[in-house]
């Protein structure tokens, strides 16, 4: 069948360049929790992106939140 399987979402293939030391530090991680350094990756991966939209989340909210009370807030910080 090849790189990619038809019969889930399709996957890239990518190469990940790495330092040695952050080599090492992934295989002792990934192998700490039982798992491929691969699947260790893509963990991280996965983990960095829900924290990212997270933050946006947060940041979008207390924009509105300012937004929506700015008298009072201004009139708290007289």
């Not at 929790?33 to 924290?51: C, L, P």
Request: charged share 30%; proline share 1%; glycine share 6%.
């Amino acid at each position: 069948m090849g790189w990619y399987r038809t019969d889930t979402i399709p996957r890239m293939a990518m190469t990940l360049r790495l330092t040695d030391s952050e080599q090492s530090a992934l295989r002792e991680r990934a192998d700490a929790e039982g798992i491929s350094m691969q699947e260790a990756a893509r963990r991280a991966i996965r983990e960095f992106v829900s924290n990212g939209q997270h933050r946006d989340r947060v940041s979008a909210a207390s924009a509105r939140i300012m937004n929506k009370h700015a008298d009072a807030l201004r009139r708290l910080g007289e």
